[in-house]
Antibody, heavy 123, light 108 residues
């Protein structure tokens, strides 16, 4: 069965960097584009970024463009989110999400989510 | 950016009642709308995709309808486990993929 396991969250100060990881299993990771979505405490869901299956193209929400970088290592079935210049409003649970097979390398709906990893940005 | 507006913000109903949730898009998104259920401390769960298709394992009491700018999620008879927050999401015009602000279905 499909599993996504995020890690790397924690408490950091404003301006710091953090790298999140998402280890995937139960499917052929290299065939799928992958996404990050976050949720601030008590708030709704915010899509952040997509990386295509081959890693050649990435898309970002304006709120993180230029600060966050998505990448992947297919040999490790792992998705990453490098977060630089963190701000208080980046405090959230960060989820990786796998799209449906029918739209796996474009904007899509998400049948599979990890459990999330909490990032807290505070001085 | 396409804005999704969900209404009402909160729906207070009793088990066994029918729930009707609305999601309105700021411009046409054709049928490219999904619905999710989220319970406290859990990841979202896909219920409906492409406006009216139930995801794998989703009970038949959940149904979706609509196209263009107006969409509806209906829960025909609320079960105790259905009290949660529901989000809509569009994939028609992106980036970014966008989500609605959510509707909380609470026990009356």
């Amino acid at each position: 069965q499909v599993q996504l396991v995020e890690s790397g969250g924690g408490v950091v100060q404003p301006g710091a960097s953090l790298r999140l990881s998402c280890v995937a299993s139960g499917f052929t990771f290299s065939r799928f584009g992958m996404h990050w979505v976050r949720q601030a405490p008590g708030r709704g869901l915010e899509w952040l970024t997509l990386i295509r299956y081959d890693g050649t193209i990435q898309y970002y929400a304006d709120s993180v463009k230029g600060r966050f970088t998505i990448s992947r290592d297919d040999s490790k079935s792992t998705l990453y989110l490098q977060m630089n210049g963190l701000r208080a409003d980046d405090t959230a649970v960060y989820y990786c999400a796998r799209p449906d097979e029918s739209c796996s390398n474009t904007a899509c709906h998400f049948p599979y989510w990890g459990q999330g990893t909490l990032v807290t940005v505070s001085s | 950016e396409i804005v999704l507006t969900q209404s009402p913000a909160t729906l207070s109903l009793s088990p066994g009642e029918r729930a009707t949730l609305s999601c309105r898009a700021s411009e046409s998104i054709y049928i490219y709308l999904a619905w999710y259920q989220q319970k406290p401390g859990q990841a979202p769960r896909l219920l409906i995709y492409d406006a009216s298709n139930r995801a794998t394992g989703i009970p038949a009491r959940f149904s979706g309808s609509g196209s263009g700018t107006n969409f509806t999620l209906t829960i025909s008879s609320l079960e105790p486990e259905d009290f949660a927050i529901y989000y809509c999401q569009q994939r028609s015009s992106w980036p970014p993929v966008t989500f609605g602000g959510g509707t909380k279905v609470e026990i009356k």
